[in-house]
T-cell receptor, first 108, second 114 residues
Framework: RKEVEQDPGPFNVPEGATVAFNCTYS??????FFWYRQDCRKEPKLLMS???SGNEDGRFTAQLNRASQYISLLIRDSKLSDSATYLC?????????FGQGTELSVKP | EAQVTQNPRYLITVTGKKLTVTCSQN?????MSWYRQDPGLGLRQIYY???????DKGDVPEGYKVSRKEKRNFPLILESPSPNQTSLYFC?????????????FGDGTRLSIL
């Protein structure tokens, strides 16, 4: 089993849709997580950190469920510019484990 | 401008010819790291460093070496490159010693080993 697993997609959604990604992690001791986005083989860029209480940044909401060991990312009112690959990251004290990424394509 | 700079951006070379990919950051970050990205496998960590003279293996360290003699530089060394090291490589840095701050990535280095 991979340490961090994501549905690779692609998720094809119309503009304005709400889309949710899940990411599961296997290390129950993990404490620190992030969501990154990556555009077409460019460098990954931080989207948001994931906090235990859940956190929101504009149209994006991240949640952490420790009991079930999964992290979610919700994108509301999708824009064309949201088309990218979304990477879930488990930070194990400096050793970072990336999921394979979930591809999102937002269509007009 | 705060940035992570990798060189070269592209390199085609032959099996067995030693090469070094340089990485430099101007943000005074303690933490630096190297990743490779391959289709279907995602980003995998090769080595990371929490500070000068402190380095640790990531998930896929075989065939690579690193050094951290100065805070700003973290070169990746392939002593005897092989075709299975053909990949897209990213260097990253972050504030804080354990990488729990957001990572700033370089633009990537595309290596082809023939």
């Amino acid at each position: 089993r991979k340490e961090v697993e994501q549905d690779p997609g692609p998720f094809n959604v119309p503009e304005g849709a709400t889309v949710a990604f899940n990411c599961t992690y296997s290390n129950s001791a993990s404490q620190s997580f992030f969501w990154y986005r990556q555009d077409c083989r460019k460098e990954p860029k931080l989207l948001m950190s994931v906090y235990s209480s859940g956190n929101e940044d504009g149209r994006f909401t991240a949640q952490l469920n420790r009991a079930s060991q999964y992290i979610s990312l919700l994108i509301r009112d999708s824009k064309l510019s949201d088309s990218a690959t979304y990477l879930c990251v488990d930070n194990q004290g400096g050793k970072l484990i990336f999921g394979q990424g979930t591809e999102l394509s937002v269509k007009p | 401008e705060a940035q992570v700079t990798q060189n070269p951006r592209y390199l085609i070379t032959v099996t067995g010819k030693k090469l070094t990919v340089t990485c430099s950051q101007n943000m005074n970050h303690e933490y630096m790291s190297w990743y490779r990205q391959d289709p279907g496998l995602g980003l995998r960590q090769i080595y990371y460093s929490m500070n000068v003279e402190v380095t640790d293996k990531g998930d896929v360290p075989e065939g690579y070496k690193v050094s951290r003699k100065e805070k700003r530089n973290f070169p990746l060394i392939l002593e005897s490159p092989s075709p299975n090291q053909t990949s897209l490589y990213f260097c990253a840095s972050s504030a804080g010693a354990v990488g729990n701050q957001p990572q700033h990535f370089g633009d990537g280095t595309r290596l082809s080993i023939l």
